[in-house]
T-cell receptor
Framework: AQTVTQSQPEMSVQEAETVTLSCTYDTSESDYYLFWYKQPPSRQMILVIRQEAYKQQNATENRFSVNFQKAAKSFSLKISDSQLGDAAMYFCAYEGGGATNKLIFGTGTLLAVQP | GAVVSQHPSRVICKSGTSVKIECRSLDFQATTMFWYRQFPKQSLMLMATSNEGSKATYEQGVEKDKFLINHASLTLSTLTVTSAHPEDSSFYIC???????????FGSGTRLTVV
C-alpha cells in the first residue's frame, strides 16, 4: 500500500524568507501524481502544485516550486518570498496511476509566517 | 475552474438524529466523489468513494450503515450520518476529480456537531 510521510509537524518562516516542506512517499507504481495542498484556517483545500511522476522537470507555480526526486521518493515544497497569507496547513498527497484515483494524504505540516 | 458546492457548512444536531450533507459539482460532471473526515489538526481520512449509479465503496473500518452515501446523478452526491452520536462530530469534506490538469477539487467542508 502507498504511504505518504511528512516529518515536520510544524514549521516557521520569516516573512519574505524561503522555507522548504518535506514529503516522502512509498509506492511500487511507476506512474503516479503528487500534489501539495494548502488548508488555511477556513479549511478550504486549495491546490498549490501538481507533479506528474513521468516528468523529470520540477513543477513551478509562481513562488512555489517542488524538488521531485523519484528514485529517493521525495517531493519537497519550496515557498519563496513567504507571505503572511501562506500561513496554513500543508498536505502532501499521492494519487496512483490505477483506476481508483483516490488521494492519499500525509499528516500535514502547519506553517507559521512571522511578520 | 471546477467547483464543488458543499452544504451545509455547519450543522448542529441532537444525538440520535440523522444529518444529510450534499455535494454538488457546479460546472462539470462528477462520476466519482470522495468523502473525507478530518479531526482537528489532523489529516484527511478517506471514508468512502461514491460512483454515480452504483454502490459506494467504503474504506476499512467505516460503518456503511452509519454513513450512507448516495450518488444518484452526475452532479450530486450525498452523505447521511444516521443515528448520529457525539463521536461523529467532525469536519466532513467531499472531493471530485474533474479531470485534466486541475486534479481534484474540494468542497468547502461541513462542520458537524452532535450534542
Amino acid at each position: 500500500a502507498q504511504t505518504v510521510t511528512q516529518s515536520q509537524p510544524e514549521m516557521s518562516v520569516q516573512e519574505a524568507e524561503t522555507v522548504t516542506l518535506s514529503c516522502t512517499y512509498d509506492t511500487s507504481e511507476s506512474d503516479y501524481y503528487l500534489f501539495w495542498y494548502k488548508q488555511p484556517p477556513s479549511r478550504q483545500m486549495i491546490l498549490v502544485i501538481r507533479q506528474e511522476a513521468y516528468k523529470q522537470q520540477n513543477a513551478t507555480e509562481n513562488r512555489f516550486s517542488v524538488n521531485f526526486q523519484k528514485a529517493a521518493k521525495s517531493f519537497s515544497l519550496k515557498i519563496s518570498d513567504s507571505q503572511l497569507g501562506d500561513a496554513a496547513m500543508y498536505f502532501c498527497a499521492y494519487e496512483g496511476g490505477g483506476a481508483t484515483n483516490k488521494l492519499i494524504f500525509g499528516t500535514g505540516t502547519l506553517l507559521a509566517v512571522q511578520p | 475552474g471546477a467547483v464543488v458546492s458543499q452544504h451545509p457548512s455547519r450543522v448542529i444536531c441532537k444525538s440520535g438524529t440523522s444529518v444529510k450533507i450534499e455535494c454538488r459539482s457546479l460546472d462539470f460532471q462528477a462520476t466519482t466523489m470522495f468523502w473525507y473526515r478530518q479531526f482537528p489538526k489532523q489529516s484527511l481520512m478517506l471514508m468512502a468513494t461514491s460512483n454515480e449509479g452504483s454502490k459506494a465503496t467504503y474504506e476499512q473500518g467505516v460503518e456503511k450503515d452509519k454513513f450512507l452515501i448516495n450518488h444518484a446523478s452526475l452532479t450530486l452526491s450525498t452523505l447521511t450520518v444516521t443515528s448520529a452520536h457525539p463521536e461523529d462530530s467532525s469536519f466532513y469534506i467531499c472531493s471530485a476529480p474533474p479531470g485534466g490538469f486541475y486534479g481534484y477539487t474540494f468542497g468547502s467542508g461541513t462542520r458537524l456537531t452532535v450534542v
